[in-house]
């Protein structure tokens, strides 16, 4: 009512102008200290800041507060506690320390440890993380915490995020100083996710066993209408979409997320919503909460907010797209070329480094977006592929070409392009952004990761692309404060760079499959199509050694996070084989005998008035869904037989090998009969909406 956005953006953060009115300015310096540079906090300052949060909580209705983190299930993890504490006379008062609020154990033997704990103890503590700000949700204090098992290793998302932040602000100011920069005190990765997602009636949704435990349909065939028309991308947003977009923005801003952008996706019922961007781990923090209250808004409107990566088959998938930058604490962009030769060979450098990141470790970056619901669109046909490469642009390619080859850049007005003479040519977003199939690319200022799937957490992205980019700085680093002469050694080395790695730069289209054959045979690129493919190579050599020499994961870590991740593959897809057979039995099988049955009882009606009627219509219909009940039949047990042999696999690699070669493509044959089977069976009788229903039921 009158009610503008700044009157109410963040009013349920406890942030910085809430720091400020609330806390003593000594406590708030200390604070804003440990905040900025990562200095310790101590305890008297905890416990005031404890109490100032307390108190502005609960005069905002907040009874509990909880230590919000992010175990390695992917989701959000919560335990409230309330506030209150009993008081002599029978009463209560309410309490929070500062030690509350710095480490919290919860009980967290059901969080995945890939056996971690076992070799260490059998619970795990919560720190907080001073760098994200606390926050209320409904009725809870909730403030942002790191979790890890006592002996040390991480059992989350958060803590090696932000230890791949400190060391690629390390790396980088190595970098810089070289560059006579003596006043960046660090620097800060920073990305804006877009997230897409699907939005369908809560009716529907309830419908559809397949929906309700996988997040995607097992069954369906494709609609009459799909998304061939393009008609929905960038269209007129309908009213019941809308009403939900402005509560979700509302929320959202609310919590001090940074909600800009909205739009329709390319298939019917899809949508994108696009952040401001902001460091890398408050934007992993935001993109969580907004993946929440995204569905609890939806629930509030009656519809289901849908964040597998691939609900339809048949109709596009849905990603995240991880636009990614790394600036100083003054806000230098060092993915923008600048206004000075200097600036520019630095400008360079940086990109070389990310050039370099990228080639070397593409396995990272597949691995880090792995899932069995990102398989369905990376190496199927879905864009962006499994194969990974990088866009540059027109532009950027000439003059890393030029470098490369010591030849004139743009002709012959310029000369020969050498690094601390010549001035780049500012690169617009017109000419950089043209490319949409490309896994990775630079977008004038940023480089664009879209091979992120919707319901990944964007910390493991930008965990694999903070180290990487640090790694290749690092050596960088090593060289040049070794140099003698550093303009020569720069020059040397970039170009060493670009002919080293240049085959990682592909220009063309991603979606082509003459560049999967040219990217895999002719350029040596990799090409793990699957979660079974990639993530065993998260403990190569290579790898192990470059995550654990920058210290952001230990080998036991590394070990564990492999194991997590290939069991939560093989649950997701075993899940999904058995909902598939309990919903032949259970659905698909009985509409379709009913239907053919009384087809058959229909003719037999018919032909005792008219004997010699042909009923052709009855009888072909009997005998084609007779046979596809038979191949029903066939197909199912060949699914049960496969999840029965998961039984005898010898470790999880196995496991994910046999779900990839067996369950997978049984899971793929059952459905076709049943697809083929839903276009022939009368509406009444199919057990569950169908894909039409479904995607044109939001009006
Ligand atoms: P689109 O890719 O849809 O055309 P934009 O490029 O405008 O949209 O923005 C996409 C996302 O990139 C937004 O979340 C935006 O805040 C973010 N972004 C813009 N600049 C940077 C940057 N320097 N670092 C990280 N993210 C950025
Ligand atoms: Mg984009």
Known sequence: MGRTITDYFGSQVFDDRV???????EVYASLRKTIDEGSELDLRVANAVADAMKRWAVEKGATHFTHWFQPLTGITAEKHDSFISPAPDGSVIMEFSGKELIKGEPDASSFPSGGLR???????????????YAFIKGKTLCIPTAFCSYGGPALDKKTPLLRSMEVLSKQALRILRLFGNDSARRVVSSVGPEQEYFLISKEMYDQRPDLRFTGRTLFGAKPPKGQELDDHYFGVIKPGVAAFMEDLNDELWKLGILAKTEHNEVAPAQHELAPIYSTTNVATDHNQLTMEIMQKVAAKHGLVCLLHEKPFAGVNGSGKHNNWSIATDSGQNLLSPGDTPYENAQFLLFLCAVIKAVDDYQDLLRISVATAGNDHRLGANEAPPAVISMFLGDELNAVL?????????RGTEKTLMKLGVDVLPAFSRDTTDRNRTSPFAFTGNKFEFRMLGSSNSI???????????????????????????????????????????????????????????????KRGLLNYKTTADCMPHLLDEKNVQMLTGLGVFTVEELRSRRDIMLENYCKSVRIEANTMVNMVHKRVAPAITRFTADLAKQMAEKRAIFPDLACAYESELIVRLSALTDSILVKCNELSKAIEGLEGAEDIVSEAYLIRDT???????????CDDAEILVGKTYWPFPTYGDILFSVR
């Open 19 to 25: 720091m400020r009115a609330n806390l003593s300015a």
């Open 118 to 132: 076992a070799t260490f103890e059998a619970r795990g503590y919560t720190a907080w993380d001073p760098t994200s």
């Open 401 to 409: 070409e030029a470098i490369e080859t010591d030849t004139p850049y």
């Open 459 to 521: 910390a493991c992205a930008n965990i694999m692309l903070n180290s990487a980019v640090a790694e290749s700085l690092r050596i960088y680093a090593d060289r040049l404060e070794k140099a003698n002469d550093f303009e020569t050694a720069l020059h040397e080395m970039i170009k060493k760079t670009i002919k080293d790695h240049k085959r990682i730069i592909f220009n063309g289209n991603g979606y082509d499959d003459a560049w999967i054959e040219e990217a895999t045979k």
């Open 663 to 673: 369950v997978l493509p049984a899971m793929a044959g059952l459905r076709v009969p």
